[in-house]
Structure formats: structure tokens, C-alpha cells
């Protein structure tokens, strides 16, 4: 694993954990924690064996099967190619890079491939979440008319909060819209099976300095979109909306139902009305963990991804979101950021 | 009272409460009820004393004080021109009108009258907006920053539902956009006491026939905007919601705080997270009604509207909102047309 | 109508509004309010032609047909009985009486009488609690076994709040047991079909002294029960819960279902988990009122009480909650007081 | 460990965890998972080194420092006492044994002894039930006057889930108060300082016999009760309301305000009627986990609980909830079933 911060935690809680509650084809083994000042104690407390300072030795390391991208977005990329080039297995952690050209090498790299690559768009692994998909694949709320999608947090609501590289566009690619709008669109999706085609984005950096550098990044950006299935969404995206901590909540509106979940109740789903505690055996992932209505934390979804990957490593398979999901979204953030430079001009999506 | 459908039984009754639960400086006196076949069986049951087929007999006669207008919308702007002029006060439903031509002159015939006249968004007479208004202006919330405004109805949703008046450009102006888009804008500028600067607006009419005729207005509409006071906001109009009724929800995130409030809750208001109930002696209105935790419906707001209507009467104001204040709506509904209609061009309001 | 309080006003608003929401049989004229120094501003005020000082000149006058009783309990028993002696009709406020023996004489009065007679539990007309009667009485929640009653204010939470007949045994005959716990006694009976069969209960003043006399009553008593169709309850009501302002909550669990109502969101109703707002043309009382998705607010459940009891009138029948069911209510009321006296030994409900 | 089966998995769970979240100032070695026939694959899929069949050796070996309890509360009692007796901390799951008696002698070994012993009361150690007490100790609510609570399930409501040992008295001493109702006594002892001093309780068994056995423990029970604080509490602890998983609920309202808390949503808390999102860094536990809206599940409450354990042990303290805590709930089951035995005959706390 490449980098050891706050995502590093979450995934080495995963790895640790996946073996011990599913019952995987293949074990992982925790072999080295990669990062320029990274300690042992650090790595003995995460789980890790031992550790290394250069992600460039360690991608070409005879002992490493699968290596896991937990670093600042403009490193993404590097590591991902010369990892894939190397035939090592790929975790990426979301987005999938900073800039379009960025993402679509990558996703040229992990095409032909023989090893898996996947982002880490964690959501997709929430129980309810996969529930709502399959609700929308099978037709349970008819033909999705219109999106409604929010991914609001306030760390940034005050202008004494200091300066970190995800306030940096050189090493964040992008502000709320990379960092929390790259789910919310990813979600979007995913749940519709359908792309955005079109969008139409205003952005706004309310705090422009803050102690420990400048900000080049968005504080929120709000947008409205088509999806290629005909609906009507809108997004907002917002590092400044007081009193919300980790506030995604999406809304699908279809000719004979809806959908509704929000983030903060993680384990409930909302079908045309109706709160659904996602914590039966028959739920996605459940039958492993415990009995109904004992609720799992946001830490499980990165169980589950663990889980689904080492089982598409074992399968020879990319399992979703592969890279290709990430350069869809990644599509449409760079399509969001042209669209919002120049004031909401309506800015389609690439399509290649 | 030129009209009795939905919208004459909602204003009938609160003519017939007002003077009951508040101290009225004028006692109203329901003289008559216009329609081109109402029946005196419908005036008894909604309490005016005769009736008349020809508006514009009645907008003159001299027993006549006030004309309440709950026609559709192409026809405001004659009735309430000539009401105007012929020195009668007037309340008109909501939008002001189909055009902004049309506002504009309404505006104009109202501003030098010595006559009172009010436009009906009856939502600023929900207790717990009148509060939230009255938070924001003290600056509880300090700078508003983000407002996600939604109205959310699903008469529309199935095919099946009989084409009507609302569903006719030429009758109504606009689809879902005028009818209940007009209601958010209106919060948003009242709330905030900003005015939105400009839009950028998709729009949909998902069923194009129905029983009876073909639909020329939108099904739904989503906006971005800026306000003038610099706050980001998206707005979301719909008729096709599947499951939500009557679903009007607005967001303030402002730099010390977040308010929030949802019409199937009226008597509630989120202030920073906290629930709310709107019903003690000292919340706007309710000294007048029943002890703390005893609900008020829908059918308050218009109850509010005449208390405030005829104190404005007597005291020779023109209580908010205005005709101007409508007009000011009727801005925002034109740009977002214009918008829509160019797929999402940013468009400036129009400012005189 | 005798008392012009609160309830007085509640009472006047719907005398005044049913005729003009519903088609009702018969047209009521509000003739008379009586109290003891009512001025004819008062009466004006809330919609009555002309004021009386004593009850007792009132209930026999040849131009009254029926008699309200707005007044304190202890009243309740020699009007009604005059009043139906007289062969008027009688809407008597709720509980039926201070004491089990007033009650059953009163009902005895009621019994052969031709005249209606009814109490006036009013939330029985809340349209969700009729729908919810509805969905039980067709087994849609299988068997009831467990019913879970409560009803918090908390106006008396304070040590400050002034005496009133309301803390007076004499007068009241109980506190929050008779005042609100009687409103969800008759909801679990009427829900339910079945009757409280025995209790054991306790109860508490905490404030014993007040400014302006000494509390003689409780403020908060909680009880469990048995139900004749064989469930188990729990019911607590309480003025001193802090925070509380109306909150009557009950919830219903069967052996196929669930249902869940809250005073404080009077227009939704959980069915077995599923947020149903009670607001469809074919939804109890729902066809005279507005479209989908406008709330009714508590006033509205005095408005179908005068529908149902000017219906009944004219049926020659008793709408329910008759005096006999308003006495099954106070039997209960009777021994819980018995068992909180005991200290919570089990008493059994009195069966004649 | 004693037992692997679903407390089994949660306590293995945690004893994996725990290091890794905290510092905690042992290392704990998962030595021998004990079972009758378990399997060295469920030993190694729960993360034990080693297997054994018989407590009875396990409980003094000198490679054992700890013994985690997870058996039917039957053999609670053998298992602790000869744990303690040969020197070894001891976790015992809840409730603390079968019987008053059990309970008594539990807690007379732990006493005396040099090692740690604490009863699994997790619940304890949920971030938002540590703030409510935290605030309850600070006096921000005032004094508590009434507690509500409840632990509602339904996993029992339909006749044909089979007989487990769970069903019977012989094993598991009660079925829905010992299983359930024991967290909520706890948390209501815990969270007011107080203890139940007496109770009136009434209880049922819905479905006597099942696939597999006759049930000879209750399914549901309600009971009142009177804190040592002078509070009024009810409890309802059930197997068959119906919809509800994991319900668990307890409020507190005291003079200065009030206290929610529901397990379905273990990361909020109600204070005075706001919800807190208890994710903050400063909040309990909070620091070694995640950001601010990222939520816990169930199972951190485990790993909360070894960290506490622990740290104890390392201390040479008992930490809450000791084995005296434990006999304190055991007091008041005991009364309980008593009281319910005699149909709410009022039963007072056993005190010594």
C-alpha cells in the first residue's frame, strides 16, 4: 500500500478484516507500507509487515501482487501505469486522477492488462446501495426521470480551518467536485446505468486564503445534467454547508417509484417511501456479518471492496468500478470544471 | 372573488375565519362570487353572499372594496389592471402572471394606486418561514452561502392523468416552473433577502399528449443560480416526483449555521440541526391559534394572508409581497425560460 | 355552547367551518355562548349570536336543539344530564366525567335518550387514525399484541407555571391521567377493538406548590395494561416532559404488521414502517378538503367532529365515541387511579 | 475464548481490532478459541491460534491470562468463578447469569480477586450513550423524572422460527427481559446514576411451542418502575414487534431538558430535540476512528469494550460494568419475573 493517511486507516482496516469475515478464494498478505517518512510503529499498527520510502521500488517487487493507491490525486496515475506495466494488480483510490488525460492513460493501461484494476468509489459497496441497483436494474421504480444528488460537508465552513493539499488543484486535481462530487456522480451512474451526457456547473471558492497556503480549489459546485437515459439531475457538491459532516444523499425519482438514501443512515434505504433497514441475510454482503438490524459503519464498505476484488483477482475479472467507470467519471468531473469556468455554459461530456 | 376551484375554496375560507381568530382592523365582507357558471349553491357553501358571471361588471361596482383573483394566470393582468384602476385593493394568486410583460404592467399599474396589492405566495405566512426569515435577516446563520430548494408534486407521474388548463402555455404560461417553481424563487429571495441574478436551466415535458390535450408546458425544471448576496443555488420544480405530494423543501447553509425546512412538516423548522416545533405563543401568528404543539395545516397560510392583506388595507401599505415582489419572481421564471429553452445558457434576470 | 376557553375556541372554528367544508345534512346556527362573565365581544369573535350567564336557563330553552360542554369536568355530569333531561343533543368535552360515577350516570342519561349524545375524543378523527382503525379492523396487521401509548407535554415542566383548574382534583379529577391520558386510553380501545382489561400504575407530582394554589393532581403517570383481545400495553402521559410540547405518540404491533401515528406529524401514518402521508381524496374526510400533499392541521379534527355529530343527529343515531364509550374510557381512568394509589398493584377495569 | 457463535464472531472481531485503532497498553494474543466440537477452520476464520473442547481445562491454563465468556448464561456461573478462582481476568457476556443466586456468587468471587472481571454490557460503549452520560452527569438535563425504554425485535413473531437454546429457561434463564431488557435496565442505571428500586411488570409468551421445542421463556414483557433518583420509568423489551430488527430506544427527560437515543441510528443523539451526529474527534472513542460523518456499526462497540477491558487490566481496576453492575441488573430481572409471575404485583429491588 502506497501512502498512509486517512484513507491508508480504512483500507488497512479492510485487509486486515475481509479474510476474518468472508470467506475469500485468495488470502491477502499485508506485505509493505510505502511512503516517504512512513515508520515502523505506523506500519505495525496498521497491520503492515514491514516498510518501504519509494513507491518506485516497490511496484516492481517480485514479493507484491496487488499494489493499493491511498496517495494525492496527481500520483494516481504514475503509480497506476508503471504498477499495471509491472503486472501487478491495482487499487486506486477515487477519483481516478486529476486531469482526463491522466485518467485515460490509465484506463489504456489497465485495459489489456492481465492484472485487475479497480477504483475505489467505496459506496458502490454499501448494502443499501447495491440494493437500490438492483430495485432500478430490475425495474422496480420503472424509467429514472429525474436525479437528485448531495454530497455536503463543512470542514471548510470556517476560514480558520489551515491549508491541506486537497486545497491544492496541482495535487487535487479539483476541490469538493473531485474529492465528494467524483461519488455522487459515480453513484448516479451506477444506479441508473446511465451516463451523464450533458452538464451545466457554477463553482465557488468562498475562502481564498488560508493559514498554510493559497486555495486553488472549489469550495462547492452545484450543477444540473441529462443522463443518457433521459432523466434530469442535479448535483452539489460543497465543503462549506454548515452543520452537514459527511451529508451524501441521493434521490431517484421513475415512472412507478423512487429511491432515497442518505450516507449519515448508511444501513436504510427509503423505497418509494418506505425505510428499509438494509440488514437481512438475503442484503448484499450481510450474510457474513451479523443479525438483522445490528447496523454496519462506513468502515464496511471498504471490507466489501477488498472482498470483491481479491475475488475478481481470483476470477481474472476487473470487477467494477473498473478503471473505465473511473474515466466515465472522471469525464464528466473535467466536463463540470469547463462548464464552470465559464459560467454554466452547457459543456458535454467526451465520449472518447 | 373572481374564481372558485382550488384555490377560490382556500381563499373562501380564510375570509371567512380571519375575523374569527384575529383582531381585524376591517371586518371583510364576502359580497360576491364571479364565475362564468358558478351556481349560488357553490357561493352558500363557500360563504359569499351572491354571485356574478362577468368580472369585469364586478371589478367596478361600488359596493365592491377588494378583488381576490384565483383565475388562471392569463387572466391576472386584466383583472387586476382594471381592478386597479377602478380603485379597488387587490390580491392576485400566484405567479403575478404568464409573461413578464404582462407583470410588468401589473407592477406599474400598482405602484402609483392608492389601492393595496399583494401577489398570494402564501408560504411566507407559514409561521416557521416567517421565523426562518426573521433568523436570517438577525444573522443567526450569518452569510447565506448555498440554498437547495426543491417543490416536488407526482400528479403528472402517470400518463393517464387528464390534460387541464396547467397544462396549457397559453392558459397557464408554464408548467410545473410557474406553478410551484414561483414559490421557491419567492422563498429564496424573501429567506435570503437576495434576488436571484441569473440561471441556468434544463427542462422536461416527459408526457406530450394526454386525455383531453396536448401538454405545452414543462413536467419538471432544475436551475442552477446565483443570488445577489453571493450564494450558490440549485432549484428543482416537478409534477412527476413519484411519491411526493406536495414536497417543498428549502436549505440555507450560511456561514454560521443552516436552516431548513419541509411543507409536509409546516409546523417544523431545522435550525442548525434542531428540530424546531413552530407553535409556541411568541412564534409569528400563533398567539392567535392554540397552545404550544397543536398543529396548524395548510389552510393557515391564507388565513395569514387576509390578516396581513386587510392590516395593510387599513393602514394604506401594501404588505409584502408586493406586485413588486412579484414581478421580481416573474424575472427569475423568464430567465429560467430562456435558459431552458437554449439548453442551459447562462442567463442573466433581468433587472428593470 | 357552555365555556369559551381554549376548547371553547376549538369548538367555535368548527361550529363555524363544517357547513361550508362538508355537505352536511343539517345547517347549524350558532345561537347562544354561555359562561359565567362572557361579553358579547367575545361571542362576536368566535361566531355566536347572542351570550347567556347560566347554564342552567340555557339548556332548556326551546330554540336550542343541542348543547356543547366546554367547561371543566366536574361540570360535565349535572349539564349533560339536564341537557339530555331537556331532550337536547350533547357534544360533552373529554373525559366524560371526573369520576366513574358521573360518567356512568351520564351514560345511563345518554343510554334511552332519542337525542345524540357524544364525547369528544377528537382525535379519533384524525383521518390517519381512522385509516389506521381501518387497516386493523381488516386484519392488515394480523393480531394485536402489543400497543405502545404515550402522550408527553410539558407546559408544567417548570416550577413557575401558574395554578389552574387544571391541578385541581376537585375540579379536573385528575391531571395528565384524565386531561391527556384519556385521549390515548380511547385510542388504544378504539384502534384496537378491544378494551383495557386491568392495569397497574404509578404516578408522580413533582411539583407540589405552584403560584396560585397547591396541585392535587399528577403530573405524570405511566401504566401497563392488558387488552381483552389479548395485548399487552404501556401508556404514559405526562405534562412535565421536557421538550414536549403535544407529542401522542401510539404504535401497534401484530402478528402481521405494524402501525405508528405522532400527534406532532398528524398527517402521516407508519404502516408497518412504510411514511404514508394521509392526505388522498380517499383518505377519511380528505374529499371535502384540498389536493394531495396540503396538511390538515389539528383544528381540522373538531371540523369532523361536527360533521359526524350533525350526521348522526340527523341519522337519529350516536355517533361514536358515544357516552358509552367515553364511560369505558373512564373506567379505565378509575383504575389506574386505584392502582397508582396502591402503588401499582393490578386492578382490574370495572365491567358495569 | 468459551463459544463461536454469534457473540462469538463480535467479540473475535474486536480482539482483532482493537490494537490496531487504539494504543492500548497490552497486546492482546488470541491463544484458544474453546468449543465442543469447533474446528481449527472456525478458529482460524475468527483469527484464534488454537482450538479446545472443555472450559474446564481452558480456564487454568498458564498460557491464559484472559477468559471471554460467550456461552448460554447457564454456564456463566462455573465458567467466571473458576476462571477467577485460578487467577484470570474474566469477560462474561450479559446478562450476568441465569439467576439472582448465579449472580450473587459472580459477583462475590470478582470482588475479592486480583484480576479484572466485566460484564458485556457493549451498549455502554456506544460514542452517544457515552455523551448522554456525560451530559446527564454535567446536570444539563436537570434532574431525570421519567425514563422511556425500550428494545424491540422480531425475530419471534412468526410461529415457525425454531426452538433455539435461547427458548429456554433452563438455558437461558429468560427470553426477551434477560436477552434485551437486561441492556436497556443497564443503560437506564448507567445513564441516570440511579437504580431501579422497584418495578410492576407484566409478561406473555405469544407462541408456547415451536419447530423444535416448547418455549418456556417470554417473548414479550412491559414493566414500570421507580429509580433510586426518583424517576418514573416503563420498559418493553420483545421478540415479535413485528418490523422492528434491532430496536432499541431509551429517553430521559429531565427538569432541564432531554435525552434520545435509538440503535438504529447509533451514531446520533437527541439533546433537548437536536440530533447530534456523535462524530466528532473530541466525542468518545471518536479520535483513533474517522473523520467527522463518517459513522461506526455495531461492532465498534466491541472493539470499544476490549479497549476498555484492557486497559483495566493494565490498571488493575474493574472497569464499568463490573460484575457488580451486572448483579445490579440481575437484581432487577430477578424482580421483574417476579412481579410478572404475580401479574404486576409491585416488587421491590432485591438491595443487598
Redesign the interface.
Known sequence: MIGHA?MG??H??AW??AA??FDLPLRPVMAVLCGRSVTSATAE???WKTVASDWQDVVTRDDIDLVDICVPGYLHEPIAVAALGAGKHVLSEKPLANTLAEASRMAAAAGPADATAMVGFNYRRVPAIVRARTLVASGR??DV??V?A?Y??D?L??PSAPWTWRMSADQAGSGALGDIGSHIIDLAQYLTGSLVS?V?????T?TKERPGGTVSVDD?V???A?LSG?A???F?A?R????????LSIEL??????LAFD??????LRV??????V?EPDDPYLDA????????????TFVHQVRDLVTGIADGTDPAPTFADGLAVQRVLDAVARSASN????TATATS
Not at 462549506?240 to 451529508?247: E, Q
Not at 459560467?343 to 452547457?346: P, R, S, T
Open positions: 486517512f486507516a480504512a488497512s482496516h486486515r478484516t476474518h469475515v499498527r496498521l497491520g421504480i420503472g426521470r429525474e437528485r448531495s455536503l460537508q470542514w465552513a470556517g450533458g451545466s456547473a457554477i463553482s465557488e468562498f462547492a452545484a450543477f444540473t441529462r433521459g434530469l439531475a442535479t452539489e460543497s462549506v454547508a454548515t452543520g452537514r459532516k459527511n451529508g425519482y421513475g415512472t412507478e417509484g423512487s450516507l449519515e443512515r448508511l444501513n436504510e418509494s417511501g418506505q425505510r428499509v433497514l440488514t456479518w451479523w443479525p438483522p438490524g445490528h447496523v454496519l459503519g462506513w468502515d464496511a459560467e454554466a455554459v452547457w
